[in-house]
């Protein structure tokens, strides 16, 4: 990999350089009872309104390449005939400036899922393929864990990969695009003094974690915790609403309806973003339910996030963001969850 | 303007990084015509549906026990499985009950109708490696759908395989599918038994549970025949194969070569949706076809 350095506040030149494209990055919207910023990723248009500090956004990214609503076809209907058109809804590129590591390890993720071997999704490839990712260092919030997750760092996925060390930034460089563009900025080479400051910056930042989960042998526990008591007390707190899925950067769940307009001229399928923690997530026709009690929806989520995906490709579908734990109105927290089903090891 | 990113067709950019083969067709579907349909009881009906273009028709291939996504332009889409032989290609049968909105809509569609078919999706029962082999086909219910296919491969290759039996359990005997077909099966030297719970006035035939005449037919063979020369296809509800299959077990007939088929409903049947998961196991990629091995370590597949 190429390591470039630049001035702090040479950023509002890289900004102004990429702002021929839409920009999408952290703002602030708002504050919470405490007066502390709320933060979520929209389009940026002035590099003032860049929140390049923040602590978590609520929500990812994702509906910028996993819309929570998407078209996948449109009928039109003449007599008894159809045809079918199909838009992959991608109609131009976006930079992404701003994202933390465990956003750019979330999308590594979907990518294995979205755009592997089996039935590659266009819908999200056609975005994925146009997304210019400049990523950024961050400081642990209260409830972030991505280290015990393995994605505090971003080792790929990324076009470049800012780190504020003292009053400067450490470049990684990943794609030839990347580097032209810095061409046209005041860059220097990373010296052996930047590569000491950079591990520096590393890790000062594992030392500030506050959060932690256990994840050896989780596989295995899972499987033997399975009729644990736990997962109904934490059912029962569950409010089955979706939020912990609608926050976080790695569920794409989804369902499909089709919709007639009113002159029965065309019909569209749609897809939703959905959740297996909504009542009918796992309901078949004729009315049954696979899992109609909050507890074992709950507890599939856990499955397909820390057992089921780590057996298909040895990584977990979580990346320790916090995210769900912050949004869930029932205070549901990853962390806490994963203690209690390890239960007494300790 | 040079930092303008270039816009990437994903559909247009073949031999590009990140182009991969097969993205174009995620959302094909080829156009199929209900070519006929038939009550085959008070609540199921046959439906044969013909793929249109006769190049894609003869193109499209699928092996027993595989499923397709059946779209009602409008309506919905579900996945169904093929309860047709693989040798007639894209002219193919599907057994449907009217129970939701989708089906209940087909309930009412006129011959000639076009639909949009995409797939075959799933694994399929190894019916090349059961050759050689006796086989037990064992359904309940609407079991009996997905396992005409593998039976229609059987049939078709008789000489390839040993003694074929089919016990097939129904409530009622109303509710029997496929009633037109039976005598043609036993000229297949095929021993046919079916059972209901319950009879009615026209009934001579067995009444009781599926496991009863399983029983006499693992009391008839030999545990030697049942740990090295058979294969078992087991359809039907959760409840009753769980039975099935734990009968078989114990008289000797190893779990790799028992095979059980799962229903879960798909929203798109290419490991997308997570809709169909078992723990956390995609249906619709790893089954619906297991073995009762894979199934035993599923978590809440039964």
Redesign the interface.
């Known amino acids: 990999m190429i390591f470039k350095v630049f001035q702090a506040s040479e950023i509002a030149t890289l900004f102004e350089?990429?702002s021929?494209?839409r920009i999408v990055g952290p703002i602030e919207k708002g504050r919470d009872v405490n007066d502390s910023p709320l933060y979520d990723f929209d389009v940026v248009y002035d590099f003032k309104d860049l929140a390049l500090d923040y602590g978590q956004t609520i929500h990812s990214a994702k509906n910028y390449f996993l819309p929570y609503r998407e078209n996948?076809?449109t009928?039109t209907?003449e007599d008894?005939?159809?045809e079918?058109d199909?838009d992959?809804g991608?109609?131009?590129?976006h930079?992404f400036f701003g994202l933390h590591p465990c956003d750019i390890n979330a999308l590594n993720k979907l990518d294995k899922?979205?755009?592997g071997?089996?039935?590659?999704?266009?819908?999200y490839?056609?975005k994925?393929?146009?997304m210019?990712i400049v990523g950024h260092s961050c400081t642990p919030t209260p409830s972030c864990f991505c280290h015990s997750m393995g994605s505090d760092s971003a080792l790929s996925g990324f076009d470049l990969f800012l780190t504020l060390m003292e009053d400067e930034y450490f470049a990684e460089i990943q794609s030839s695009?990347a580097y032209h563009?810095l061409e046209?900025m005041e860059t220097r080479e990373a010296t052996h003094r930047d590569h000491l400051l950079f591990r520096k910056a590393s890790s000062r930042k594992r030392s500030l974690f506050k959060c932690e989960v256990d994840t050896s042998d989780l596989t295995k526990i899972l499987?033997m915790e399975?009729e644990s008591e736990v997962w109904r007390k934490w059912g029962g707190k569950c409010l089955s609403c979706g939020t912990c899925a609608n926050v976080c950067p790695t569920c794409?769940?989804?369902?499909?309806?089709?919709?007639?307009n009113m002159d029965?001229s065309h019909?569209s399928?749609v897809k939703q973003l959905?959740s297996?923690n909504l009542l009918d997530?796992?309901?078949?026709?004729?009315g049954h339910n696979?899992?109609p009690e909050s507890s074992?929806r709950l507890k599939?989520r856990y499955?397909?996030k820390h057992?089921?995906?780590v057996?298909a490709y040895e990584e977990s579908l979580c990346v320790g963001c916090g995210r769900c734990g912050n949004a869930c109105l029932a205070g549901i927290t990853v962390p806490e969850v994963i203690a209690s089903v390890r239960g007494g090891e300790k | 303007m040079d930092n303008k990113l270039q816009f990437v067709d994903l559909a247009a950019s073949h031999g590009t990084r990140v182009h991969k083969p097969g993205v174009e067709h995620f959302e094909y579907s080829y156009k199929a015509e209900i070519t006929n349909l038939y009550s085959l009881t008070a609540t199921e009906k046959l439906y044969q549906i013909q793929i249109v273009d006769p190049g894609e028709r003869k193109k499209f291939t699928f092996l027993p026990g595989q499923f397709v996504m059946l779209e009602l332009p409008g309506i919905g889409e579900a996945p169904f499985s093929i309860s047709s032989s693989a040798i007639r290609h894209g002219d193919l049968e599907f057994c449907i009950r009217g129970v939701g909105k989708m089906t209940n809509f087909l309930n009412r569609v006129k011959r000639g109708t076009t639909v949009g078919i995409s797939g075959p999706f799933g694994t399929h029962f190894p019916v090349e490696n059961m050759a050689g082999s006796d086989i037990l086909l064992i359904a309940g219910g609407l079991g009996i759908v997905p396992l005409r296919s593998p039976l229609m491969s059987v049939l078709e290759n008789r000489s390839s395989y040993g003694r074929v039996d089919i016990i097939y359990g129904a409530r009622e005997p109303l509710e029997l599918l496929f009633t037109y077909q039976y005598e043609m099966w036993k000229q297949f030297d095929i021993n046919l038994e079916i059972i209901v719970d319950k009879g009615d006035d026209k009934w001579s035939g067995p009444v009781g549970l599926i496991t009863e005449i399983l029983q006499a037919r693992i009391d008839n063979g030999t545990a030697n025949d049942f740990r090295k020369n058979t294969y078992a296809i087991v359809c039907g509800p959760p409840v009753m194969f769980k039975f099935v299959c734990e009968m078989l077990t114990r008289a000797g007939l190893p779990m790799e070569k028992m095979f059980v088929s799962l229903e879960r409903r798909m929203h798109c049947g290419r490991g997308k949706c997570c809709r169909c998961n078992v723990g956390s196991t995609y249906t619709c990629l790893e089954g619906p076809v297991f073995d009762y091995w894979t199934v035993l370590n599923l978590k809440e597949a039964i």
Not at chain 1, 117 to 123: A, D, E, R, T
């Open positions: 350089l990429l021929v494209n996948l076809c009928f209907f008894d005939a159809w079918k199909v992959f991608a109609y131009e590129a930079v899922v979205l755009m071997n089996n039935y590659p999704n266009p819908f490839g056609a994925r393929s146009n210019f695009r563009i046209n499987d399975f794409y769940c989804y369902g499909v309806e089709e919709e007639v029965f019909a399928k959905y297996c997530f796992a309901q078949v026709s004729g696979f899992r074992t599939y499955y397909h057992r089921g995906f057996e």
